[in-house]
């Protein structure tokens, strides 16, 4: 997080990470953390990989999949970070892996997410020095409704997988 503050990258905690944080807050319970997801808002897959490559971090260990623009960091205390730039899929039938491009923003990565609670985001102001929630889907909402609602009409369609993450 030091690095991406210092260099003003934008930077959004996503998926569930978020959302058991948001129960957690909820429903006052503990939240168990194994894996955090980061959204970096930058056009460059590779400049960045790189320069968390060249960061002195011990014991590390950066698995890259360009073709998702994703790539990971797994520590030794078995946390695992994954980052992703901003993503749009695209699906030539059902159940295919996705062709995976460059989305302008969170909000158009947020549209290819699964369900509403899912497209909540923990993000800094760096004017304020703040983390704030970020729900333009009423994730929040849908969490305290105790309701799964998809973001698109082909959800289940592209990802048949997803309808055993719903149950």
Not at 21 to 49: H, P, R
Not at 60 to 88: H, M, W
Not at 102 to 131: H, M
């Amino acid at each position: 997080l030091e690095f991406l503050l210092k260099n003003n990258y934008r930077f959004y905690f996503v998926g569930g990470f978020v959302r058991d944080a948001v129960v957690s807050i909820l429903y006052n319970t503990k939240l168990k953390v194994q894996d955090i997801d980061i959204v970096v808002e930058t056009k460059d897959y590779y400049s960045l990989v790189d320069k968390f490559r060249n960061l002195d971090l011990k014991k590390i260990e950066i698995k890259q999949n360009p073709q998702f623009l994703t790539f990971s960091i797994q520590f030794p205390s078995n946390i695992r970070i994954d980052f992703s730039l901003p993503r749009k899929e695209k699906y030539e039938f059902s159940g295919a892996l996705p062709k995976v491009e460059l989305a302008e923003d969170i909000i158009e990565d947020f549209l290819r997410r699964d369900f509403s609670i899912n497209a909540i985001a923990l993000r800094y102001s760096p004017e304020d020095k703040r983390y704030s929630f970020f729900d333009p889907y009423s994730g929040i909402k849908d969490l305290i409704d105790k309701r799964i609602r998809v973001l698109h009409y082909k959800s289940f369609i592209d990802d048949p997988t997803r309808i055993l993450r719903a149950i």
